[in-house]
């Protein structure tokens, strides 16, 4: 079966972080994407044969400094349904393929921008990457113990879940626009922009003074002794979330907390104290002794910390094949899962300017108009 966006084609210009992530996920939903790389440079990844983020898709090579390759683009744009770039500010357009430009070839074109600062702004011209856009966007600063440092978390909240995640939903919203009106238009996407949006709720709570700006002292932030994290006999570790009263009230009958300080739930003042008790008893046995007393037991919001390694393994995950194999390499399935028209793995990742001649031709370029640009320079 086809994905749903079977039909859809998809221009992307070789770039790193969230802007491949994107176009992966829009891969895995069946649209046809052709990168373009740059000749000589590849893609700015380095070797995007080698990561599985680059699957989906062929890849052409063009010199982006000669005129014909510029016109061959702009032809290629004109059959596409979106376009996603990259680059800082300015650098299409000073390369003669804005979206003003591109729009008079193709007025159905989606034009998604994928940056740090977005198209504006005193920072817009600025460089940076995934922590300084969560430094300003204010989703760095709660996350982390108390009086400790803001703890990074990888690149997964700027580059992943504030970026290519929302340039996969701007694409498909303004795609599902386009039916309606048949006109394109421009997706500004800014990781600031999307990580700030992932803190919705937090300034709801900060509102409503159930969140405080010291960070680690919160319910969600590890100031809660239910919602942390325990390091094992083993030195491994892992996670407790008994939130509601009923989750919270087995943690405490498998672990045999029956003392009054326990009954107060709420009270963050007792927080620290319980803390320091709870990781006295998760170092009385290992990661895998508590996973079993958990398993026997009832919902306490219980799960071992697996690492990278361990994750594919896990029971849960092997059933639901949310892990799979593919050229050697264990990585996460695509996902969301939908029922009649499920996402799939495209095909390996492409080397730059492996399909050249195959998209060329498939996308309605004669073999003369092929040969006149090889010869030019301006393909490879």
């Not at 795609?175 to 937090?202: C, H, I, N």
């Not at 090889?374 to 490879?380: C, D, F, L, P």
Request: a negative charge.
């Amino acid at each position: 079966m086809s994905g749903p966006l079977d039909g859809v084609r998809v221009l992307e210009f070789a770039g790193m972080g969230p802007g491949p992530f994107a176009v992966m996920m829009l891969a895995d939903m069946g649209a046809e994407v052709v990168r373009i790389d740059r000749l000589g440079g590849g893609a700015s990844a380095g070797q995007p044969e080698l990561n599985p983020i680059h699957r989906g898709r062929r890849s052409i090579a063009m010199d982006l400094k000669h005129p014909a390759a510029i016109e061959a683009v702009l032809r290629l744009a004109g059959l596409a349904d979106a376009l996603i770039e990259g680059f800082r500010p300015g650098v299409m357009e000073r390369l003669g393929l804005g979206p003003d430009v591109c729009a008079k070839t193709n007025e159905r074109l989606v034009y998604a921008r994928v940056t740090g600062w977005g198209q504006d702004g005193p920072y817009a011209a600025l460089a940076g990457h995934d922590i300084n856009y969560i430094a300003v966007a204010g989703a760095l600063d709660p996350i982390g113990r108390a009086g400790g440092p803001p703890a990074v978390p990888v690149n997964l909240l700027g580059d992943y879940a504030g970026g290519a995640m929302f340039a996969a939903f701007g694409v498909a919203c303004a795609l599902f626009e386009t039916r309606k009106s048949g006109k394109g238009q421009v997706v500004d996407v800014s990781m600031v922009d999307g990580a700030a949006m992932l803190t919705t709720t937090l300034h709801w709570m900060r509102a409503a003074g159930r969140w405080n700006d010291e960070r680690g002292t919160n319910r969600l932030d590890s100031g809660a002794h239910f919602y942390d994290v325990y390091e094992t006999a083993d030195g491994r570790y892992v996670s407790i979330g008994s939130i509601e009263p009923q989750f919270y009230a087995e943690l405490r009958r498998v672990l045999g907390l029956t003392g009054p300080q326990w009954d107060s739930q709420g009270d963050r003042a007792a927080w620290p104290g319980l803390k320091e008790e709870l990781a006295v008893i998760f170092r009385t046995k290992t990661r895998d002794e508590w996973c079993q007393i958990f398993a026997a037991a009832g919902d306490a919001c219980f799960a071992p910390v697996l690492s990278l390694a361990e994750a594919p393994a896990d029971p849960h995950n092997v059933a639901r094949g949310t892990f799979m194999t593919r050229d050697g390499i264990t990585v996460p399935a695509p996902a969301p899962r939908l029922s009649r028209t499920p996402a799939a793995a495209g095909g390996r990742p492409a080397a730059p300017g492996q399909h050249t001649l195959e998209v060329l031709g498939d996308w309605g370029f004669g073999a003369e108009e092929i040969s006149e640009l090889r010869g030019s320079g301006a393909i490879r």
